[in-house]
């Protein structure tokens, strides 16, 4: 890559205040993804699992689902999902099953292994979401999930 010189470099245009507040939103919520992912590691290891298997179990507690379909569910690219899933079903926390709706495209079921793994987990997991929550009254934290909902339902539209 080649670097011109910051005399050629284009300039930054004025953001308005609210650019500036999502900058700050931004940023913050990248320092707290790193702190929340350190924790979902630690509560991941009750279950003898890790985040990221914690991650794509998630996303078929529910209903088994296809591999793309949790991709799309957790925001993580499905090749991600793909390796994942190998490793649960590997272990015995998942399977396979036949997908009606497509041939090829199987789909990723939960086993009881991998729901008494998630219980584990939840356990451990509640204390720690209790004790999070009295640091922030109850009212913010919803006006937060809304503001978040109401961004990352702009940025999937966009």
Known sequence: MTVPPR????EVGKRSEGGVVVTDVILATFR?????????QGLAQHGDMTAAWWQVLGGV?????????VGRIMGVSR???????DLLVERGLAEYRPNPAHRRAKLLACTEAGYWAIRQ????????TTELA???DVEDLRTTLRTMQALITTLEEA
Not at 7 to 10: C, G, K, L, S, V
Not at 32 to 40: D, S, V
Not at 61 to 69: F, I, K, N, Y
């Open 7 to 10: 005399e050629d470099w284009p």
């Open 32 to 40: 707290l993804n790193a702190r929340l992912m350190e924790a979902a």
């Open 61 to 69: 507690l529910d209903e088994p689902r296809s591999v793309a379909d």
């Open 79 to 85: 090749q991600g999902v793909q390796r994942i899933a």
């Open 121 to 128: 987990i939840s356990v451990a997991q509640g204390p720690w």
């Open 134 to 136: 009295k640091s922030v």
